[in-house]
């Protein structure tokens, strides 16, 4: 048995015959599509281009100390969590509410259904993608080209200020803790410093470098006169300088400065002197690293390094109403040839073929 050879050919006198309502139906579609593509609003893209920065190059702590520079970023971690960031429903939320698209895309007052709507709308209108160059491609579209511009613009600066949160957050917790140590070190330098005034009034030690040269050479001249006066037998002077030497060596004997107390205040001093020395330098040593600190996360530093920012589109993206057109007459012509084939068939009225011949089976 030989297979039935076919033709397009042989459709032709099937639509001779539905010729009229072919090309009505045509037309119709022609004019519908007409109508459609003219009453669709005109949406227009705007785009920002952005590369991340590495955290650790935007840290401000490390700039202040070490005079770190920006670094791109372009890692697959940086990426992914921009990309994250710019998806997440905390950033559409604020978008949302920063631009009230609520009323924009006429969801109706803000509630459970009117939220979801315009999250919904929200998402099918914003796009975020790595493009093959490594860097970020925000994209928001809107019937409106000046509000995708701002729209697109607010996305990539939000985007910017969630990413610093995220070092930011554990970095306050830093400075007061930063904080803590300086107003504990303040307290203990108060303390030691009362405890070294203290000391120098009960034993007479103010730290001058010839005290105890001083002290010495007074307690052997005295004592030289002592004995001169002794020998010649001047019993007067030698009182007076008994006296004298007295004082310059036991506590009891009236000299602010003498010997007893200043070997007995030497070791404690010495002591109070070093613990003095240290809680002063741990004290400006905290001070500077909660100053730099502060300094640190008082100034924001770019996440980013944005290469594009959005603008108003000088052109619309869509619709493109000709091919909306040609494709509803195509599709409508196509459909109607099958259609009519189809009633042909079931009619018994088609043959199909070789043109003048009859199907053979």
Do not use: C
């Not at 490390?62 to 971690?77: H, Q, W």
């Not at 390094?305 to 195509?330: D, E, G, M």
């Amino acid at each position: 048995m030989s297979s039935r050879s076919y033709s397009l050919l042989g459709l032709w006198p099937v639509v001779n015959r539905w010729k009229y309502l072919v090309a009505a139906a045509v037309g119709l579609a022609l004019v519908i599509s007409v109508v459609v593509s003219l009453l669709m609003p005109n949406i227009y893209k705007s785009t920002a281009v952005f590369y991340p920065t590495n955290p650790n190059t935007t840290d401000p702590d490390r700039i202040v100390s070490d005079g770190g520079k920006l670094e791109l970023g372009g890692r697959a971690e940086d990426l992914d969590r921009v990309i994250t960031i710019g998806e997440s429903q905390t950033l559409a939320e604020l978008i949302i509410k920063q631009f009230n698209l609520h009323k924009h895309y006429k969801t109706g007052e803000a509630g459970d259904a009117a939220d979801q709507a315009a999250l919904d709308e929200f998402n099918s209108n914003f796009t975020i993608v790595h493009n093959d160059r490594d860097a970020i491609e925000v994209n928001f579209q809107d019937t409106d080209k000046v509000l995708a511009a701002r729209v697109a613009n607010a996305i990539v600066q939000n985007i910017d200020s969630i990413n610093q949160q995220l070092t930011f957050e554990n970095r306050r917790k830093i400075i007061e803790l930063y904080q803590g140590r300086k107003e504990f070190l303040e307290r203990e330098y108060t303390a030691a410093h009362d405890s070294l005034l203290a000391g120098r009034r009960r034993y007479g030690i103010y730290g001058m470098e010839n005290e105890s040269r001083y002290l010495g050479r007074a307690i052997i001249e005295t004592e030289t006169k002592l004995r001169q006066a002794e020998g010649e037998g001047n019993s007067s002077k030698a009182a007076g300088l008994r006296k004298a030497l007295r004082g310059l060596t036991q506590a009891d004997g009236g000299n602010y400065l003498n010997l007893e107390n200043y070997v007995k205040g030497t070791d404690r001093m010495a002591t109070i002197y070093a613990r003095f020395a240290d809680i002063q330098g741990r004290l400006i040593g905290a001070r500077n690293a909660y100053e730099t600190a502060k300094l640190a996360i008082s100034g924001k530093i770019s996440s980013i390094y944005s290469v594009q920012k959005a603008f108003p589109a000088t052109k619309k993206t869509k619709p493109v109403r000709w091919l909306i057109v040609a494709s509803s007459v195509v599709i409508t012509l196509a459909l109607s040839l099958i259609l009519i084939t189809l009633l042909e068939l079931y009619r018994g009225n088609l043959s199909v073929g070789r043109p003048g011949s009859e199907p053979q089976y």
